[in-house]
């Protein structure tokens, strides 16, 4: 009965099935889990005159008065009229949309979302659509409820009939099999899959409507933690390369260094050694702020690799930052006897790399995703670094490691994340962690500044510029832009750079081609370009250690985080470096943002707050993780339930012989072969 197509219930048909496939649902099962992503109290015409002032309403009906359109300015417009429920009449507004004037006709049907304004006596439109007069009119009712259950739609599916259809569903299935047995509900407070689903379609109470719905949230996010924590244990358990350890030549390595490391580098090169020198493979996240001292702890890594026989990749998200790897690493390897090449796709006489590398002649590569093409074959592939995780998800990982066997993998990140969240990103990899930053490095001194102060702040760049150092700008924008206030980059450029005549200004933005990029950014890192105007497409751990201040403007544009990334471009060398946010807002929440970024430089605080202020969502931006699309868990509004989640796998993982929990063991399976394997 679940597989049935909904063309065959009760209302559907052939025509209105196709614009059910549209939002995903095919079957009376795909029907049954879409779930509603809000709930609102039923508003009716006995309910209109009830209104609480900014409740959330829910309502159908049609147009009995002319709707005007008014104009206050520039970018603000309303339209106003008022509808009828058949029984009652409210007024509405809607903001901003000034193209739907002509779409509102009386007598026209509409379903809208919205708040009520008591002040005002009107609804505030957020979600409008046209339904058809049929779809508004249809008789056939679902259970009396206070509450109303709230779908993604269409314009051509209103939400009555979508309610409409699920009841339908619902009428005809009685009992649906759990995946979950009794004893895990009961242990994590979770309702039945047959009450959930007809709890959070007709729901009785704003309460249970959301226990209801946590059931779906919850059981996603374990499946996704379980599978998590199995592919960490398999690795745990595989037997991969059991490295030799030459302790002596490490110690001498570390000790001609001509610097000192810090206790986190050292406490983590003891992890990594360990790993390496035992039987299972390596699976490890070395997670440090920007400027800790990452690159030189995966060194270490791949010198172990390379005197144990075997072969080594870092493989980096760029190709100036896999060229500057090469560039600092290539002198150190050599005193060692170990030949290092380069592979990106920039980079000539390919074949002759692939020949060096599938006879074991080059036992440190270093490159971009070239490295991962079916045509690059390794002799003994022992070691895969990645750097900057976020530039490669799970699968681009096991595309590499297919490429030996069990090889040792270290990730690096310069990206604090907080601990909550590693728990969903990185569940599969064991952690460690650099917090010290390397001795001799001065804090970046970071001051927040108005518009008004912008000469002065050009003022103090000249003085930095004359004693030989270089600067960055950052703009939020490429062009200007009707949409978006803020500074662009273009424009800017061509203003600073009347400014510093004295200078070369170089520009640096996403419209570029790459070559034209890396061109950029190499005379700035060359020290042909004294400054750099740029979008935030600067590289992320390209290292400059004569720029010494970067200015961001619209810092109030910026999150903590990515304010946090930006500002490591600078302070890369023992010279004292400098930080100015030119923030635009006298809003309250800018003044607090920031105040964190001039009182403290520690990453992993900033990621907290970030987290606190602006949600993960937005913390993320664009950023890929390799996360998988998740139907029900949401980033944004779930993650305090990932401890519980975390919690639920270990229980499961104990539970693997137990055949009351197969049904739940089948969904991990096809999750990690479809998503992790």
């Known amino acids: 009965m679940l597989k049935r197509d909904i063309q065959f219930l009760k209302g559907v048909g052939p025509q209105r099935a196709k614009l059910f496939k549209k939002l995903g649902v095919e079957t009376v099962e795909d029907l049954l889990f879409f779930i509603p992503r809000d709930l609102q109290r039923i508003t009716n015409a006995n309910s209109l005159t009830n209104l609480q002032d900014k409740e959330k309403v829910s309502l159908e009906g049609q147009i009995v008065e002319t709707p005007f359109l008014k104009k206050v300015r520039n970018n603000l417009s309303f339209i106003n009229t008022t509808i009828s429920t058949g029984n009652g009449r409210v007024k509405i507004v809607i903001f901003n949309r000034p193209y739907l004037l002509n779409k509102l006709k009386v007598n026209s049907f509409v379903a809208i979302e919205g708040v009520y304004n008591n002040q005002y006596k009107q609804i505030t439109v957020s979600d409008l659509k046209f339904p058809s007069s ?15 259950p709230v779908y993604n739609s269409t314009e051509e599916l209103s939400q009555k009939i979508i309610r409409q259809t699920i009841f339908a569903a619902l009428t005809t299935i009685k009992n649906i099999d759990d995946s979950l047995p009794e004893e895990f509900r009961l242990r994590f407070g979770l309702h039945s899959l047959s009450e959930s689903i007809r709890g959070i379609h007709l729901p009785v109470s704003e309460q249970h409507w959301h226990k209801c719905k946590n059931r779906f949230i919850f059981e996603e996010l374990t499946v996704f933690q379980t599978a998590m924590l199995y592919s960490k244990q398999l690795a745990h358990n595989e037997i991969g390369i059991q490295q030799y350890i030459d302790n002596r030549t490490v110690e001498g390595f570390i000790n001609n260094l001509k610097f000192s490391l810090t206790d986190d580098q050292k406490k983590v090169i003891g992890d990594i050694l360990r790993d390496m020198g035992s039987q299972r493979s390596m699976n490890r996240l070395v997670q440090g702020d920007v400027g800790s001292g990452k690159t030189i702890v995966a060194t270490v890594a791949l010198l172990v690799a390379a005197l144990s026989g075997g072969q080594g990749v870092l493989l980096a998200p760029t190709e100036i930052l896999a060229e500057q790897h090469y560039k600092n690493l ?297 996360l998988p699309e998740f139907k029900y868990f949401n980033l944004l509004n779930d993650l305090s339930q990932v401890s519980k989640g975390k919690e639920a796998a270990e229980f499961l993982i104990s539970k693997l012989q137990d055949e009351r929990y197969a049904h739940i063991f089948s969904k991990i399976s096809d999750f990690y072969h479809n998503y992790l394997n």
């Open 330 to 626: 290539y002198p150190i390897f050599k005193e060692h006897k170990i030949e290092v090449v380069i592979l990106t796709s920039s980079t000539k006489d390919k074949e002759k790399i692939y020949m060096k590398i599938q006879g074991g002649e080059s036992q440190v590569v270093i490159g971009t995703h070239a490295v991962l093409q079916q045509n690059v074959e390794y002799k003994n592939l022992s070691l895969i670094v990645t750097d900057e995780q976020h530039r490669f998800g799970v699968k681009q990982r096991a595309a590499l490691r297919a490429k030996g066997k069990h090889p040792d993998v270290l990730v690096m990140s310069a990206t604090p994340i907080p601990r909550t969240l590693s728990q969903v990103l990185y569940g599969d990899l064991d952690v460690s962690m650099i917090k010290q930053m390397p001795m001799g490095r001065k804090p970046i001194l970071t001051y927040s500044v108005s518009p008004q102060s912008r000469e002065k702040v050009y003022e103090f760049i000249i003085k930095e510029l004359k004693q030989g150092k270089q600067g960055y700008i950052i703009c939020p924008l490429i062009e200007e832009s009707e949409k978006v206030t803020g500074e662009s980059a273009i424009t800017y450029h061509s203003n600073v750079s009347k400014i510093f005549d004295k200078y070369k200004v170089g520009l640096l933005h996403g419209q570029m081609k790459q070559e034209e990029k890396d061109q950029a950014m190499l005379k700035f890192k060359e020290g042909y370009f004294n400054m750099l105007v740029s979008t935030t497409v600067v590289e992320v751990g390209v290292d400059v250690p004569n720029a010494t201040v970067i200015v961001i403007e619209n810092a109030e544009k910026f999150g903590l985080a990515q304010l946090h990334q930006l500002r490591g471009r600078v302070g890369r060398s023992s010279l004292q470096s400098y930080c100015i946010l030119i923030c635009h807002s006298n809003s309250e929440t800018a003044k607090k943002r920031m105040g964190i970024m001039t009182s403290t430089t520690d990453g992993f605080r900033i990621s907290e707050e970030d987290l606190k202020l602006r949600g993960p969502g937005e913390f993320f931006g664009i950023r890929q993780h390799g």
């Open 134 to 148: 049929k779809s508004v009119a249809i008789n056939e009712k679902t259970p009396e409820s206070k509450y109303v």
